[in-house]
């Protein structure tokens, strides 16, 4: 793995959550985004029959989501990420098979591995992360997802954590929730 694809890793591994965002926001009498909990991790030596040529690394991310007086909703996710050596990283997201459940696709079931032959990339494009002066990541990325359909995601990644802003909208109208981005950090295991 180059460095600047490390760098990358490193920065977005991990467990991160927004704890104190929400607790600003109920400090100020309301709670605007969900509680929102990332577990992510390399994938890739759990993607078998990958081609020799087929460079890069995949990357699990588990997304948890509790919005106020809602259940949990799990959403696991899984990327593929490429650099080109010098300042960008490449991202794109690819299609879980549907025949695992939500809950099967963790970081921590060993049992969950995924061939190479099964897989798709979604309908999202290629987010494009620039390496800053900063030694920050920055992406501002619009994907078609489908008909009428756009999904943008503007983030920064840093040590300090993640500045995430993703907004979904269907013929132009927004279905996000909320038009401030979650400010994730990272917590150790067991918080």
Do not use: W
């Not at 990420?81 to 991202?91: E, Q």
């Not at 025949?99 to 987010?127: C, Q, V």
């Amino acid at each position: 793995m180059d460095k600047v694809l490390s760098r990358f890793t490193e920065i977005l591994c991990g467990t991160l959550d927004n704890a104190a965002q929400i607790e600003v926001e109920k400090k100020a009498g309301k709670q605007v985004h969900p509680y929102a909990k990332h577990v992510t991790d390399v994938f890739s030596h759990r993607v078998v029959n990958r081609p020799k040529n087929h460079d890069g690394i995949y990357v699990l991310e588990e997304s948890y989501y509790t919005y106020p007086n809602k259940e949990t909703e799990v959403k696991p996710l899984l990327f593929y990420l490429r650099s080109d050596g010098k300042s960008k990283v490449f991202l794109q997201s690819v299609q879980i098979p549907l025949k695992y459940k939500a809950e099967e696709a963790t970081n921590a079931n060993t049992d969950f591995i995924l061939d190479y032959k099964d897989l798709e990339f979604r309908p999202f494009g290629i987010a494009e992360y620039t390496l800053m002066e900063t030694d920050e990541f920055t992406v501002n990325h619009i994907g078609i997802v489908g008909p009428g359909m756009t999904f943008q995601l503007t983030e920064t990644l840093s040590d300090e954590g993640l500045s995430v802003m993703e907004i979904l909208k269907i013929d132009g109208v927004v279905m996000t929730p909320y038009d401030t981005p979650i400010h994730y950090k990272p917590i150790t295991i067991g918080n």
